[in-house]
């Protein structure tokens, strides 16, 4: 069985401060490694993904996040946050099969102060 | 090239009563998964269609079903509504997880009165 924990249900940073958002995994499997980003009312939009190959992952609107196998985690990360990044970010693994969908941690509610 | 596209939006039904939902994958994806997100339990996975054949089903009782069909669309349906079941419900569609992952629709707003 799969499982995401992402520490952290609120976390509040100053408009150009780094972005620490903290997901780890539990697989059997080598696994799929996924984040997404809310907006109010909508759907969920692929920021990165890690599947084979550069554990450093850069995705879009200057987000990127690590694979590190031996600490379970795919911690994401930007350098300089903007009032924009305020949404709902989730973590999300997959074994690969794609059968078996996508199993989601909690969610974090990323605050942007001014 | 067209988003995968949930509709209604919106919808309001009573309890008891039972509902269909619609989602028409990006073209060329034959993998459809659906998910149903609450505030209290978060994202869930429902489950997982492939080329008309059902892989997978998550926790969820037998009232939830689906189907999908040759051209890849595919429908849910939530039979005796309950009050818990109102809740956004996504779904996904996947060509190929190394390359594009998996693309989410805008969601489906179930409120159950």
């Known amino acids: 069985a799969q499982s995401v924990t992402q520490l952290g249900s609120h976390v509040s940073v100053s408009e150009g401060a780094l972005v620490l958002l903290r997901c780890n995994y539990s697989s059997s499997v080598p696994p799929y490694l996924f984040w997404y980003v809310q907006y109010p009312n909508q759907g969920l939009q692929l920021l990165l993904k890690y599947t084979t190959g550069a554990t450093l992952v850069k995705g879009i609107n200057g987000f990127e996040a690590e694979f590190k196998k031996s600490e379970t985690s795919f911690h994401l990360t930007k350098p300089s946050a903007h009032m924009s990044d305020a949404a709902e970010y989730f973590c999300?693994?997959?074994?690969?099969?794609?059968?078996?969908?996508?199993?989601f941690g909690k969610g974090t509610h990323l605050i942007i102060q001014p | 090239k067209a988003g995968v596209t949930q509709t209604p939006r919106y919808l309001i039904k009573t309890r008891g009563q039972q509902v269909t939902l619609s989602c028409s994958p990006i073209?060329?994806?034959?993998?459809v998964s659906w998910y149903q997100q609450t505030p209290g339990q978060g994202l869930q996975f429902l489950f997982e269609y492939f080329s008309e054949t059902q892989r997978n089903k998550g926790n969820f009782p037998g009232r939830f079903s689906g189907r999908q069909f040759s051209n890849s669309r595919s429908e849910m349906n939530v039979s005796t509504l309950e009050l818990g079941d109102s809740a956004l419900y996504l779904c996904?569609?996947?060509?190929?997880?190394?390359?594009?992952?998996?693309?989410f629709g805008s969601g489906t707003r179930l409120t159950v009165v």
């Open positions: 999300a693994v997959s074994s690969g099969g794609g059968a078996d969908g996508l199993t």
């Open positions: 073209s060329g994806h034959r993998s």
């Open positions: 996904a569609s996947s060509l190929n997880l190394q390359v594009g992952g998996y693309t």
